[in-house]
């Protein structure tokens, strides 16, 4: 696929002259919802392998940002390049077919399916899920891509519980393993340790930080602690526009968002 | 599923199929007949909870292919000479399936209860259009056919008497059971489940949820013309009372009865429903709709999960 090949050249190899490009760039995205732009003009773009955290006061238009870019909400101008295609507009089910995955700011998974079958539905999608005449198990392929996602975030050993059972933390975690078994290049992960203990909270960094390995992380969190020990880059939001980007200790510094944390 | 629930499954399989074979054997003429159209509207019902059960599409409107599927049979019984039992299937199927395509085409756009509005709406203009064609469909008054004979070119060719036609009945509805059970085990019917349970989630990991609905109301709906293709065999009619959405609401009742998302629910349903049916209106004569009605909200209130789903509680300890 076209979206893989420019993967496998790590981007400090880029030869000079040809700037790394970014794996996700937005041009002027804008959204109104009637009288309110809830998105303005917003410019971004991350590279590929980065972790990026989006913060702002609450409304600043981080949740609406991360819905155009997984497709739930349609701009109203403005475009999304992904890997260099235009994926303004598509539908949420294409966006995850391109590579972008994401959790959500609330718990949002199938209660009543264990905790392997809701990452096992989700390996699926990218292949046998027409086949109506094999039985599920059968496809082992996907099952052990499935228990490799829940293994690399430590809830293996809860693969046949309930998924209504686990508790809070461990829900988090698990919408976090059903985003990577879809295998994407991006991942979006909307406020990953809200309502997490201090433990849990540590532990999802750690998580965190061994998956950005392999792939590239956008995060919107509101812990700043955690911001600053996660990402190499931050962009603030403030009223549906870009205002400051820059390394996590430049964004401490910088006069207008330290105004806006005041005033919040 | 564990060894020992597999092989009890299968034993209660095989035992409950060798019951229902011997029955006719047994039975008086009125409860044989009786029994094979239990298992048709069984079959009906267990073509809806695909819907109902397992993608969680509530569907008023299954008179709609039920109704095309004996329509269909019956142009085919009345069009061949002899008439000849495998095109009623095929001209059943192919007028069911066409119909749920057109009718999933638009529907599938809407959900929850204006889904449930749309299907109904779309039977009822079925139901107008096969009332109103009286030149092709005998309109209120319906058509009427000879039955043709069991038989395979060259193989064998029987009569369809009442035991051979319950055995045929039988055969099919238990085939098409097996076979809706396998799909719901499938990626496929994997897929149905989550939609049911959590639509936007199955959006968002990449599935392109419309069209695994659009499936899921066409399978739907060749089930039910198959059932529809049963009926016909059995009563040699086919009546425009017959595609009236009052027949949608009957299967749904025999679903949320019998217990929805187990497929044999809803033809434990279509029993217990049809059964009471028939003793009450031997006992309340024309008041029989009332004890009936008490009954169905009763076990609403106290069986939320249907008969089957209690018995299985109950069993369960």
Redesign the interface.
Known sequence: MAVDAPRAASPGEAAPGHAAEPLLRTRGLTIRFGGLTALNNVDFSVAREEIRAVIGPNGAGKSTFFNCL?G?LRPTSGAILFGGADITGL????I??RGI??SYQIT??????TTL?NV???A???R?????????RA?RD?IEKSEAALDSVGLLPKAYELAANLSHGEQRTLEIA?AL??EPLLLCLDEPTAGMSAAETQQTMMLVRSIAKHLTILIVEHDMQVVMELAQRVTVFHYGAVLAEGSPAEIQQNKSVMDVYLKA | MSRRRFFVYWVGFAVIVALLAVAPLVLPEFWRRFLTEILIWGLLAMSSDILIGYTGMVSFGHSAFFGLGMYGAAAALLGSSPPNLWLALLYGLASAAAVAAFVAYFSTRLRDIYFAITTLIFSQIFYVVIFTSTAWTGGENGLNFSRPRFAIPYLFSLRFTPAVLHWFVLAIVALSYLLLR??T???????L??IR??E??????????ERYKIVAVMLSGVFAGLAGVLYALQNQFAAPDFVFFVVSGEVVIYNVVGGIGTLVGPVVGAAFFLLLREAFSRFFTEFYLIPLGVIFIAIVIFMPRGLLGFARRWLNG
């Open positions: 997984t739930v539908p949420p089910d294409k995850s077919q995955a994401r949002n998974i199938l209660p009543n399916a079958e096992r539905i989700a699926q999608s990218r046998h899920s027409w086949s109506l005449l094999s039985h599920y496809y996907i059903i078994a879809t | 396998r799909i085990h499938s990626p496929f019917g994997m897929v489940q989550s349970e959590n936007a989630r199955t959006r968002a990991i990449g599935y392109a949820v």
